[in-house]
């Protein structure tokens, strides 16, 4: 990120071409699907693949469990695609038997969209079979893989999916600034001209790379690099099932140790993903804010904000971070808990 790349630059260029191959070769997809990548926040990306993906007379259905899903199928109704929703319980995995059904009674819709890791719980869905029922309906499945890509295995070759929408700064521990979306070649070929907008065009940014290399609109040139450079930390920790085996690591540290201070957790095991972890809040006199603001004196920064229905807070345990950070937290959060039950003592 030092230097300073020309964003027209044949070296720059190039780097763009090694990214997107790194990308298509994550998700084993070399052979099938082409990484767009795309300036911006990860749900660029997901507006992006919705709007150039599902046809203009197709329709969406959204499998919902947070609030991911629900944003997905507000962008498509304000991009003016059909939209359907299933929707579940937050503490729920979408249930691949109800997603054949609805595919059953519903033969216009064209597309299905899945959140692979339901960030607003931590809650991992069930890909392989939900891939499969929407395959053996003869659906397309768009996958927000946003918070899952680099730490949950996504093999193509095996689980049928359209598109894989994600970004640099999540399980790939790149910088914020960059999405990409890894889309079957064959249908966003075919796409020309059906998204809705401009800079949010899948199809024209796909022909812009592959006509001369080039990004369509000013590059966000320091975050590519950061991202080459955060793909070789991934290859070096040992690929997907290292991080994801580290990420899950610390999950169950901080979700043992968390049990031992006296708070439950929101999911079950068994529904939890490697990459957040819910907490129930146990209400007065824990406060979370409080909580928040003496780590924070600490160095240490919690994820703020609650997404699920249920009163919870979050913390997060992906990143550059060990065992030994998450350990550090929660001394630090034994140390509150203790001094705030002083305090409601006195
Ligand atoms: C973070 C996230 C998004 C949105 O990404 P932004 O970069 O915040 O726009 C979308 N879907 C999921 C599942 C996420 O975790």
Same mark, same amino acid.
């Given at each position: 990120m030092d230097r300073d790349w020309g964003s027209r630059d044949a070296d720059f260029v190039a780097l763009s071409e090694r990214v997107r191959r790194r990308l298509v070769a994550l998700a084993q997809s070399e052979a099938t699907h082409a990484a767009v990548p795309l300036q911006g926040a990860g749900t660029f990306a997901v507006e992006a693949a919705i709007g150039t993906l599902v046809p203009r007379d197709g329709k969406l259905l959204v499998l919902v469990n947070g609030a991911y899903g629900r944003r997905a199928a507000e962008m498509a109704a304000r991009m003016g695609r059909a939209v359907a929703v299933l929707e579940c319980a937050e503490d729920r995995a979408v249930d691949p038997a109800a997603v054949a059904g609805a595919l059953a009674d519903d033969p216009a819709v064209t597309d299905v969209l899945l959140v692979h890791l339901e960030t607003?719980?931590?809650l991992l869905n069930p890909l392989a079979p939900v891939a499969a029922a929407v395959a053996a309906a003869g659906r397309r499945l768009l996958l927000d893989a946003m918070s899952s890509f680099g730490a949950v295995p996504i093999n193509l070759r095996e689980t049928p999916c359209s598109a894989v929408m994600a970004s640099a700064n999540k399980c790939l521990e790149g910088v914020p600034g960059l999405a990409y979306v890894i889309a079957e070649a064959g249908h966003l070929?075919?796409?020309?001209?059906?998204?809705?907008?401009t800079s949010l065009d899948l199809h024209a940014q796909w022909r812009g790379f592959e006509a001369n290399g080039q990004w369509r609109f000013t590059p966000?040139?320091?975050?590519? /690099?950061?991202?080459?450079?955060?793909?070789?930390?991934? $290859?070096?920790? @040992?690929? %997907?099932?290292?991080?994801?085996?580290?990420?899950?690591?610390?999950?169950?540290?901080?979700?043992?140790?968390?049990? /031992?201070?006296?708070?439950?957790?929101?999911?079950?095991? $068994?529904?939890? @993903?490697? %990459?957040?972890?819910?907490?129930r809040d146990p209400g007065p006199p824990f406060s979370f804010e409080a909580m928040y603001a003496a780590l924070h004196r600490q160095g240490i920064v919690l994820y703020p904000?609650?997404?699920?229905?249920?009163?919870?807070?979050?913390?997060?345990c992906i990143g550059a971070i060990n065992e030994d950070d998450i350990r550090r937290t929660l001394a630090a959060i034994g140390a509150f808990m203790r001094q705030g039950h002083q305090a409601a003592a006195d």
């Amino acid at each position: 990120m030092d230097r300073d790349w020309g964003s027209r630059d044949a070296d720059f260029v190039a780097l763009s071409e090694r990214v997107r191959r790194r990308l298509v070769a994550l998700a084993q997809s070399e052979a099938t699907h082409a990484a767009v990548p795309l300036q911006g926040a990860g749900t660029f990306a997901v507006e992006a693949a919705i709007g150039t993906l599902v046809p203009r007379d197709g329709k969406l259905l959204v499998l919902v469990n947070g609030a991911y899903g629900r944003r997905a199928a507000e962008m498509a109704a304000r991009m003016g695609r059909a939209v359907a929703v299933l929707e579940c319980a937050e503490d729920r995995a979408v249930d691949p038997a109800a997603v054949a059904g609805a595919l059953a009674d519903d033969p216009a819709v064209t597309d299905v969209l899945l959140v692979h890791l339901e960030t607003t719980s931590g809650l991992l869905n069930p890909l392989a079979p939900v891939a499969a029922a929407v395959a053996a309906a003869g659906r397309r499945l768009l996958l927000d893989a946003m918070s899952s890509f680099g730490a949950v295995p996504i093999n193509l070759r095996e689980t049928p999916c359209s598109a894989v929408m994600a970004s640099a700064n999540k399980c790939l521990e790149g910088v914020p600034g960059l999405a990409y979306v890894i889309a079957e070649a064959g249908h966003l070929a075919a796409m020309a001209g059906n998204s809705p907008g401009t800079s949010l065009d899948l199809h024209a940014q796909w022909r812009g790379f592959e006509a001369n290399g080039q990004w369509r609109f000013t590059p966000p040139t320091h975050v590519l /690099a950061a991202l080459d450079t955060a793909l070789d930390g991934l $290859d070096r920790e @040992g690929g %997907v099932a290292a991080r994801g085996a580290r990420y899950a690591r610390h999950c169950e540290v901080l979700a043992g140790g968390l049990a /031992a201070l006296g708070f439950r957790t929101y999911l079950p095991p $068994d529904l939890r @993903g490697p %990459v957040i972890l819910t907490l129930r809040d146990p209400g007065p006199p824990f406060s979370f804010e409080a909580m928040y603001a003496a780590l924070h004196r600490q160095g240490i920064v919690l994820y703020p904000g609650k997404l699920t229905g249920a009163p919870s807070f979050r913390i997060g345990c992906i990143g550059a971070i060990n065992e030994d950070d998450i350990r550090r937290t929660l001394a630090a959060i034994g140390a509150f808990m203790r001094q705030g039950h002083q305090a409601a003592a006195d």
